[in-house]
């Protein structure tokens, strides 16, 4: 039995400081994902100030945080065999992450993020796809998606083309066996190139949604948040939508759940999203309540901004405890 | 003209935190630095924790320090030539400091420093050498050993076979241009396994030289700091000598200066050594005093270990201007 089962872009992540002058300098929209080529990686790497890698990828983040909060946890993502997809697999094993996708060989090299961050503590991410632009349906092995209680799947897995069969692949495969189906909305860039996709899959396919304020407006193409929740409310049966300090709230057809945020020092946004949805899930398969799925969320993500990169530093094993 | 030249083992660190009893079941001395092969290195790989990857090496951290202060900085050290070694090389450049040795190609990969980082702030390194085995001679460009005022070494160099060749040209090349020799005992297991040559090189090859108190007392083969401190004023023209919370003394045949530590929250001590050097150095070249070297080191230090790693987090462009 699996808690949670992870599918996204495996991506190693390497974490500057820079001031704004630097994203205006390189044309870089801050807080969004922006996907850059090989070229643009090296020219960016080298203009770039020291970095720090770590393990990322929202979905793989998402696994990690949930794993650390004692959820069962497997991972689906694509990394290459070289140095960095070795580092990637060991930290999802190492937070006790399930992760066995075959590495690509003799292709493009591991994936990796390029992310500024600015003395407000946003994080302005630069993509370069690697490797994962090969995850393909043959990856999504049918035995773990049918016996894993929720399948999260992060909407910047929607710009490697191959990947939305596979997507599609493993919700059909979870319904089949009777299993939730997550979705992150990720990025309102990324709802933009891919809007009819996510339409269709919000309405059909998703039962639980996680998005915030800008990429559940963009989703609806409204300018109130009000309308974005009316909207998804009609669409799936669970959204959770986090507004920053603002917090969260949850929407079912029948409820409205507003949750506060915790109390944090922010450093580092990176993986703020990520870790929401890893509280969320991992109290949901616990059998808590919506409120306390929330508190748990807010409690992750309030962990991760406390610190640069998007693991947790922190023990949070008694996390869901606490609770009561 | 260059400040400092820093000659040594270029490494990446993987940084974990564990616990006591993970060092006890690996055979680890904590605090101290063992060397382990390609496939210990794997195994510890394995059963460590989730890491953070950072560019290291001790003389590297201090060229990296110095350069972030101010300081004209250049860098002899051997990456492979991989996807670590361009981490290496991109972190050294993006500092400023001056890094052209040639990489391995072929041959063994970039060294890499597993460090296990215990609750007390406390750090324990496990190096795997790699390509740092293949630095000799050959990499020393006399030309820029010219122009550096300060050629500054590791005592870990001493490790890798070819490099004590290397030292020893830096070492005659710097003294034939009229310049300083500096040297770093690094590590009191370094000092034992080399102490014959350390003794050597202390009495008629260096000019500056830099330990801590297991270090010094292990190079004199001594029970005291006090009969360490009268040895090494016979030996050198200039120590620095470190002794964590106590601050340091700085000792020369005429002079004895006690600089207190700089106030610090201890998160991770990973470079704190390296960082005092760097401290200690830029303010040297800079032509501040003694005592202003020594609290340039404490201050440095002190930024250092406030952090996980061993590279400066915070902008230390005007910290030697900031002491007047």
């Known amino acids: 039995m699996i808690d949670l089962l992870g599918i996204g872009n495996a991506i190693v992540d390497v974490v500057s400081r820079a001031d704004d002058a630097f994203l205006s300098r390189h044309d870089m929209h801050k807080g969004g994902m922006m996907l850059i080529d090989s070229a643009a990686a090296s020219a960016l790497y080298d203009a770039m100030p020291p970095g720090i890698e770590s393990s990322g990828g929202s979905a793989a983040n998402t696994c990690a945080v949930a794993a650390a909060m004692g959820a069962r946890v497997a991972y689906i993502g694509k990394v290459a065999d070289d140095q960095l997809g070795g580092v990637f697999q060991h930290d999802m094993r190492a937070t006790g992450v399930s992760f066995s996708t075959a590495p690509l060989t003799g292709g493009a090299p591991t994936a990796r993020c390029l992310i500024l961050v600015t003395p407000d503590g946003q994080r302005t991410m630069n993509t370069f796809l690697g490797a994962c632009v090969t ?165 992750a993500a309030a962990e991760i901004i406390g610190h640069y990169g998007a693991r947790p530093e922190a023990d949070l094993s008694r996390m869901i405890a606490s609770l009561g």
């Not at 349906?137 to 399948?151: F, N």
């Not at 599609?168 to 860039?189: E, M, P, T």
């Open 135 to 299: 995850l393909d349906e043959s990856d999504i092995d049918p035995a773990v998606v049918a016996q894993a209680a929720v399948t999260y799947m992060e909407g910047y897995l929607f710009d490697p083309p191959a990947a939305q069969a596979a997507f599609y692949k493993a919700a059909k495969l979870a319904h089949a066996a009777g299993r939730k189906v997550a979705l992150s909305l990720s990025d309102a860039f990324c709802v933009n190139r891919h809007r009819a996709a996510f339409r269709d899959l919000v309405n059909g396919h998703v039962d639980i949604l996680f998005a915030n304020e800008t990429e559940i407006t963009a989703l609806y193409e409204t300018n109130t948040w009000d309308e974005a929740a009316a909207a998804v409310r009609q669409d799936v049966g669970l959204a959770a939508l986090t507004r920053s300090e603002a917090g969260s709230t949850i929407v079912t057809p029948t409820e409205t759940i507003q949750i506060a945020a915790a109390p944090a020092r922010v450093v580092d946004t990176t993986g703020a999203g990520d870790a929401y949805a890893a509280g969320f899930l991992a109290g949901l398969t616990a059998g808590k309540s919506l409120a306390q799925c929330g508190q748990l969320g807010s409690l």
